[in-house]
C-alpha cells in the first residue's frame, strides 16, 4: 500500500513516540509546533509554542535539518522511492507462485489460496516483530536496526531469485521479505522525524510520503517494461525481476547508509511500555476494525487482480496502479483539509463506500480499460480512509505515545490483509465456480468495506469530530 507502502503499500509506519506528529493527517500542512495538544484527560487543549532556536547536537542531522537538498533527506527520499518500488514490482507474486507450481518438478497443484496463504505467514510474522521494534530502535539504534531489517529483505529477495520450483524455501523467503520490509518503512519514518527539525516535521513527512505514491507507479511499470523485454516469456522474466529488486535493495542499504552517516549512539533513557500494554490502555475501538477492512481491500488488486488479468487476457497491472496512485495522490492533495470541515467519522464512511464500489466495479469487467473506473474509486478512497483511520487510531493514546498508535492501527491493516489473502484465494478456487471464481470473490471482498461502513454510519452518526470543533486559526502561547 502507497501510505503504507505510503504501504504497506503500502504508509507511515511509525513505532517511535517522539512528538505529536505521530497520528496527524500529514496532507493537511499543519503546524505541529503550534497545533492543538489534548491533556491525558482528553477534555482540554493547549497551544506548544515553537523553540526560538534549536540547540547544538553532536551530530548535524538530528533535529536540525530543514532543507530538502540535505544530503539526509535526499538519501532518505531515494530510499523510500527504492523500497516502495521494490514493494510493488511484486504485485506479481501470485503469478510467480503459479509459475513455480507449473514449471517445478515436485507436482504440487497450484490453487489461487496458496499465494495467499504464503502471505500470511509473512504478514503474521511482521505483525509478531513490530510488537518489539520500537524497544529495539530505543535501545540498539535507528542504524543498526535499520540495516538489519535491510538485510532481511535482501536475503529473502535473493531467496526469490534463487526459486525454480516450489519449496520450504519459499516460505522462509516471504517471512524475510515481509519482516524486513515492516521494519524499513518503521525506520525510515523514525530516523526523518528526528532530524528534522520541530516546526518542519509534518511538511518532511508528507514530503517523504510523496516517494510512496510514485514508487507504486514505477513498480509495476518498471516490472511490466521488463516483462515485455523478455518477449512475455516467464521463464526469463520472473529470475530477471528478483535478481532486479535485489540490486536495487542493495542501492537501498548504500542510501541507508548515506542518510545514516554519523549518527550518534542512543542515550539511555527510561523503557517505553510495551506494545501490547499501550493497546490494552488505549484501545482506539472501532477504527481498528476499518483499518482491517482497509486490508481487506488492498489485497484484492496487489495480491489477485494480475490473476484475473491473465485468466481474462487483459494485460498487466501497471495501468490499474498508475491510475490508483495518481487518483490517490490528486484527490489527496485537493481534500487535505476535508477532516476539518466534514470530520473524520464522515471521511471514513465515505472511503469505505468508495472502496467497496471500487471492488465491485471489478465484477462486471469485460475490457482492460474497464479496469481504471475500479481503481479511480479505490484510489480516492485510500485518500479518504488512510489519514483518517491514522489519525483516529493515535489521537486515543497520550501525546508521547501517538507513534505506538500508529503502530497499531497499520498493524491492524496488515492482519486484514493477513487474515483475507488465503480466504479470498479459496474463494476463487471453489469448485462451484470451476476454479475461477474471481467475479464472486470481488463481490465478496467488497461487501466487506459496505457493511463495515454501514456499522460505521450506524454508530457514529451523532458523533462529532474535535478537529471540526477546532478553531482555524491557533496561536502560539507565549
Given amino acids: ?50 523553540p526560538a532556536e534549536v540547540p547544538p547536537t553532536a551530530h548535524p542531522g538530528v533535529a536540525t535539518l530543514e532543507r530538502t537538498t540535505d544530503p539526509i533527506f535526499i538519501f532518505s527520499y531515494l530510499a523510500n522511492l527504492t523500497i516502495v518500488t521494490v514493494n ?6 501470485a503469478d510467480w507462485v503459479a509459475w513455480l507450481a507449473a514449471h517445478g518438478s515436485t507436482g504440487a497443484a497450484y490453487h489461487e489460496e496458496l499465494p495467499g496463504r504464503i502471505i500470511q505467514y509473512g504478514i503474521f510474522a511482521a505483525i509478531s516483530v513490530r510488537i518489539f521494534l520500537g524497544q529495539s530502535i530505543d535501545h540498539f539504534g535507528v542504524r543498526r536496526v535499520w540495516l538489519f531489517m535491510s538485510t532481511l529483505t535482501f536475503f529473502g529477495l ?12 519459499l516460505y522462509l523467503g516471504r517471512t524475510l521479505f515481509a519482516v524486513g520490509l ?6 525510515g519514518t523514525f530516523h526523518i522525524q528526528s532530524c528534522v527539525v520541530e516546526h518542519r516535521r509534518t511538511e518532511f513527512i508528507a514530503l517523504l510520503g510523496s516517494s510512496g505514491f510514485v514508487g507504486m507507479i514505477l513498480g509495476p511499470q518498471l516490472s511490466g517494461m521488463l516483462r515485455w523485454l523478455c518477449n512475455d516469456s516467464v521463464e526469463v522474466f520472473f529470475p530477471r525481476l528478483f535478481q532486479g529488486t535485489v540490486v536495487l535493495i542493495a542501492a537501498y542499504i548504500v542510501f541507508v547508509l548515506m ?50 488479468n491473465q485468466h481474462e487476457d487483459f494485460g498487466g497491472i501497471a495501468a490499474y496502479w498508475t491510475t490508483y496512485a495518481l487518483m490517490a495522490f490528486a484527490f489527496r492533495l485537493r481534500t487535505a483539509a476535508l477532516s476539518r470541515r466534514v470530520g ?40 479518504l480512509l488512510f489519514p ?21 492501527t497499520l498493524g491492524c491493516l496488515d492482519l486484514g490483509i493477513g ?30 468495506p459496505l457493511s463495515v461502513a454501514a456499522i460505521w454510519f450506524l454508530a457514529k452518526r451523532h458523533q462529532i469530530d474535535n478537529e471540526t470543533r477546532a478553531p482555524s486559526t491557533i496561536e502560539t502561547a507565549a
Avoid at 515492516?182 to 525506520?187: A, P, Q, R, V, W
Avoid at 510495551?274 to 486490508?295: K, Q
Fill in 158 to 169: 535473493a531467496i526469490f531469485a534463487s526459486l525454480t520450483e516450489l519449496s520450504p524455501m
Fill in 88 to 93: 510493488a514490482a511484486t504485485f506479481v507474486f
Fill in 1 to 50: 500500500m502507497a501510505d503504507s507502502q505510503e504501504q504497506n503499500t503500502q504508509g507511515l509506519d511509525i513505532t517511535q513516540d517522539l512528538d505529536i506528529t505521530q497520528g496527524v493527517d500529514i496532507t493537511q500542512g499543519v503546524d505541529i509546533a503550534t497545533a492543538p495538544l489534548r491533556d491525558l484527560a482528553g477534555s482540554n487543549t493547549v497551544a506548544v509554542a515553537a
Fill in 344 to 383: 473524520r467519522f464522515r471521511l471514513i464512511f465515505v472511503g469505505l463506500l468508495f472502496q467497496g464500489l471500487g471492488l465491485w466495479a471489478l465484477i462486471p469487467v469485460s475490457e482492460w480499460w474497464h479496469l481504471l473506473f475500479s481503481a479511480s474509486l479505490c484510489g480516492f478512497g485510500h485518500a
Fill in 182 to 187: 515492516s521494519g524499513m518503512f518503521t525506520c
Fill in 259 to 308: 542518510a545514516t552517516r554519523g549518527l550518534p549512539r542512543p542515550g539511555r533513557h527510561p523503557a517505553r511500555p510495551s506494545l501490547i500494554r499501550l493497546t490494552r490502555d488505549y484501545w482506539p475501538g472501532m477504527v481498528m476494525f476499518v483499518a482491517m477492512a482497509m486490508g481487506i481491500v488492498f489485497t484484492v488488486p496487489s495480491l489477485y487482480l494480475v490473476r484475473f
Fill in 419 to 448: 487474515l483475507s489473502a488465503p480466504l479470498l484465494g479459496k474463494i476463487i478456487d471453489l469448485p462451484a465456480f470451476d476454479g475461477a471464481g474471481f467475479r464472486q470473490m470481488f463481490f465478496v471482498a467488497g461487501s466487506v
Fill in 388 to 408: 483518517s483511520i491514522v489519525s483516529l487510531g493515535s489521537g486515543s493514546f497520550p501525546a508521547r505515545y501517538r507513534g505506538s498508535g500508529t503502530n497499531l
